[in-house]
């Protein structure tokens, strides 16, 4: 009797084991971002209190959001933490070597007009070592759309200073504090000739993700600046060592200026952030500007 009652204990919890099991599979599959991950290649390499992910989360988010059809669409990125994205989304992604993200994409779109390309990549990737390629993008309206996420360093490398940190920034780099002017991100795309210029940090989730569908849906070059934490390399040096402690500091600090000209939109250590949408205009992009020009060559 009683192997009969443990027999039929043990096949008793094999059923409801294997309930659960159907039943966080069958919840699994209904996320709605399930098809967009990689999850094979999770959990992340990001450190705790990073806002990376909730910046990718945004993005898949914004992206399901704007109806662009997701075989149509390819995500290329550069070295460093954030350029870890292109490995975790499960659509056509390219991972490429530092600071060329941007020409990268810029051949991808030649080769095939009909790709919507998404530039996924970090301050450090993207206007520090490859600063030259985003100007000239901008200025030539490449039909793209770049997320830079900023967090002032670069954060894989060990915390060096970088093109955007920051006067007074501490880092490996500048113990003593960064006395190099640093770039504005959303004023360099802008003065360059970028049709569509937002900033945001990760505490704006739902606002940044509606710029970034606004972006994706936008001809032309179009950018997204994504303040970010990052705690190991630049928080713990300026007393920011976990990303909550960031966080306040974005909703004590963060000044919402829609259509500010974004020169007047400077990042300074422990100052405010001016974020919101800054540029939204139409234009035509390079490709329709070529297709233009050849038309008029040929005399059509």
Known sequence: MALELNGYQAGGMLELHAEAEGLKEEIHGRHPMDDLLRTERLPHIWCPG???????????????????????????????????????????????????AIP????????????????????????TIGGNH?????RRNMDMTVICVNNFNYGMTGGQVGATTPIGGITTTSPYGNYEYPFNVSALAAASGAVYVARWTVLHARR??????????????????????????????????????????????????????????????NGDIIEGKFVDLDKPTFLERRTQRLEQALGR
């Open 134 to 138: 985003f100007i000239h993008a901008a």
């Open 208 to 269: 940044l993700e509606r710029s970034i569908t606004e972006a994706l849906l936008k001809p032309g070059f179009s950018l997204i600046e994504v303040i970010s934490p990052c705690p190991t390399g630049f928080g713990r040096r300026h007393r920011q060592r976990q990303g909550l402690d960031t966080m306040r500091y974005y909703h004590e600090h963060g000044v919402i200026r829609h259509g500010a000209d974004p020169r007047d939109a400077d990042i300074g250590l």
């Open 50 to 100: 990073c806002g990376l992910g909730t910046a990718l989360t945004c993005f898949i988010s914004a992206l399901i959001r704007s109806g662009l059809d997701q075989d149509k669409v390819a995500v290329v990125s550069g070295i460093g933490c954030t350029g870890r994205v292109a490995g975790y989304v499960r659509l056509d992604s390219f991972h490429t070597t530092h600071g060329r």
């Open 104 to 127: 990268f994409a810029t051949g991808l779109k030649l080769g095939n007009p009909e790709l919507k390309v998404v530039v996924f990549s970090g301050d450090g990737d993207l206007v």
